[in-house]
C-alpha cells in the first residue's frame, strides 16, 4: 500500500484559543493551497460529495462521540467511510487545531485527533510524539482503511525532530532552514510531502523537502 503524505505546521498564536491575524490568513492560504492542489493536480473529487459531507459534519451526532484517545481507530474509520481517498489528522494543541479546523472546513472533512502528533523530546514526551502517532497509524493502515492521501497537522519542532530520524544529518539543517524560511519563523504553515509505503511489513518514506519560495 502506498499513501501521499502532506505534514503542515501552525499558524501563530494570537488571543488565548485564537490565531493571530497573520497565522489565521496563513491558515486560509493553506486551505485554499491544498484543496487546490487535492483537486487540480492530484484529481481528487472533492466537489461532487462536499455539500453532503458538509451537512453530516454538522448534522450527525456521530462526529461529536470521538473526544477520547482510545476512539481514535474509530474516527479514523468513520472519516475513511466518508470520504476513502482522504483522512485529515491533527495534534491536539490550540495552534494545531484552529490552523486544521480551517481546512477541515474548506474541504469538508474531520479532524481525526492525535495528541502526539504535534509534540516532540521537549514537550510532554511521556505521552509520546509524532514518531510515536505516525508508527501507530501506519499499524492501523490496511487494504480496507488506505487512503491514497494523508493531511497531517503537527507543529514546526515535531516536524523538525521526526525528519532527523529518516534523512541524513548533513540534509537537517537545510531543510530546517528551508521549513524556517517558508513558514516565515514559524508564523505561517508550511508543508512537508513525503510519500509512504508499506510492503510485506517494511515501511519507506520518500521525502519531498519544501521549496524556499
Known sequence: MKSLFLFFTQGEAGAPQYLSRTGEQGAEALSETIFTFLKDSLHLDLLSTLEARAKSLNEDILWKSF????SLPQAIQASIRLFPQLLLLAG?????????????????????VDERLDRHASSKPEIGTLKDALNDLSKLLSN???PSIILV???????SEWIRTHIPANKCVEFEKILSISSENDVIPSVLIAGFEKEDGQEK???DLPDKS
Not at 67 to 70: D, G, Q, S
Not at 153 to 159: M, Y
Open 67 to 70: 473526544k477520547e484517545p482510545a
Open 92 to 112: 491536539n494543541e490550540m495552534r494545531s487545531l484552529k490552523t486544521t479546523e480551517i481546512l477541515a472546513n474548506r474541504i469538508a472533512l474531520p479532524v481525526c
Open 144 to 146: 480496507e482503511i488506505n
Open 153 to 159: 497537522g503537527t507543529s514546526f519542532n515535531s516536524l
Open 205 to 207: 518514506w520518500f521525502f
